[in-house]
């Protein structure tokens, strides 16, 4: 099988907002026992402080998708430590936690081999590890969510990754998602993946 002996995080960029969608998407892996990662942007944190909260205080990982989605693999230095550093203070301020990734925007200078300078030498400032993701599930392409044709590419995408055990698992906070993600989670535990747990 597909997933035997392996493993998925999964993980949701954009968040907190919007908060319908994110509550939504709250239920669903407390009901699957599911500890998930949520990287969010610091402009939205400071206007949804209760949902940040609410990632958290609901045992989920919180971390850093910079403040206002740009990519920072063309902005300058001084810019990309304003993202970082701002994000980084107002979820310590809402959440009592510290972040310890940064998952930049698109994966944007966050790829190996395609590391961006400026933004290395930030997150390393900051005590923040670069992150992206092995499996992009593509839920913000019209149509929006996990439906069968975003299965079947995901399917590919670990059929094309036969060695690797652990996977991290792309998604955002949007109404489809949480719409498809009770039966995407049926699916990877269906192909015999380890879905992390609290």
Do not use: C
Request: glycine share 8%.
């Amino acid at each position: 099988m597909l997933g035997d002996g392996k493993s998925v995080v999964l993980s949701f960029d954009d968040g907190p907002a919007p908060v319908s969608a994110l509550e939504s998407i709250l239920r669903t892996l407390r009901e699957n026992e599911i500890r998930a990662e949520f990287y969010v942007l610091g402009d939205e944190v400071r206007q949804y402080p209760g949902a940040a909260s609410m990632i958290v205080s609901q045992g989920h990982d919180i971390q850093n998708h910079s403040w206002s989605h740009p990519n920072l693999a063309r902005e300058t230095e001084q810019n990309v430590r304003w993202e970082l550093e701002q994000t980084q203070n107002i979820i310590r301020e809402t959440t009592g936690v510290t972040p310890t990734r940064i998952r930049p925007p698109y994966g944007a200078g966050g790829f190996r081999g395609h590391l961006d300078p400026e933004l290395v030498d930030v997150a390393r400032e900051l005590s923040l590890t670069i992150v992206t993701w092995d499996i992009d599930t593509e839920d913000w392409k019209a149509p929006q969510g996990l439906g069968p044709d975003k299965i079947a590419y995901i399917e590919t995408q670990f059929a094309q990754q036969p060695r690797k055990v652990s996977f991290n698992v792309l998604m955002h906070v949007q109404g489809a998602t949480a719409r498809d993600l009770p039966a995407f989670i049926s699916q990877l535990r269906e192909w015999g993946f380890a879905i992390a747990g609290p």
